[in-house]
Nanobody, 126 residues
Framework: QVQLVESGGGLVQPGGSLRLSCSFS????????IGWFRQAPGKEREGISC????????YYLDSVKGRSTISRDNAKNTVYLKIHSLRPEDTGGHSC???????????????????WGRGTKVTADS
């Protein structure tokens, strides 16, 4: 049974940092890409980062590029997303879905992802 569980969200002042964690089980790490999606209040869900299962390639949404790092610890079956210089627009529910690497498509397309965690909430506010 595939499971993904997010943690690490919370209230952070603008300019601060946090690290989100996504613990997964039920599949091997090289068979799936793991993404991070954010849904801000009143907005569509959007992909903000992804790490590929086959070669570890990483991808970022322009608005988080340069201040975010996604990484994968295969021994712990965990993917991390570190975000620096948090902005109010980073606020929202953050989910980590998994996509079969054999399924083609843009990393930011949520339709590509088969399994989703319940999410963790990030609030960047003073």
């Amino acid at each position: 049974q595939v499971q993904l569980v997010e943690s690490g969200g919370g209230l952070v002042q603008p300019g601060g940092s946090l690290r989100l964690s996504c613990s997964f089980s039920g599949f091997t790490s090289d068979a799936y890409a793991i993404g991070w999606f954010r849904q801000a209040p009143g907005k569509e869900r959007e992909g903000i980062s992804c790490v590929d299962g086959t070669d570890g390639s990483t991808y970022y949404l322009d608005s988080v590029k340069g201040r975010s790092t996604i990484s994968r610890d295969n021994a712990k079956n965990t993917v991390y997303l570190k975000i620096h210089s948090l902005r109010p627009e980073d606020t929202g529910g953050h989910s980590c879905p998994a996509a079969d690497v054999r399924v083609p498509g843009p990393w930011g397309d949520q339709v590509r992802y088969d399994y989703w965690g319940r999410g963790t909430k990030v609030t960047a506010d003073s």
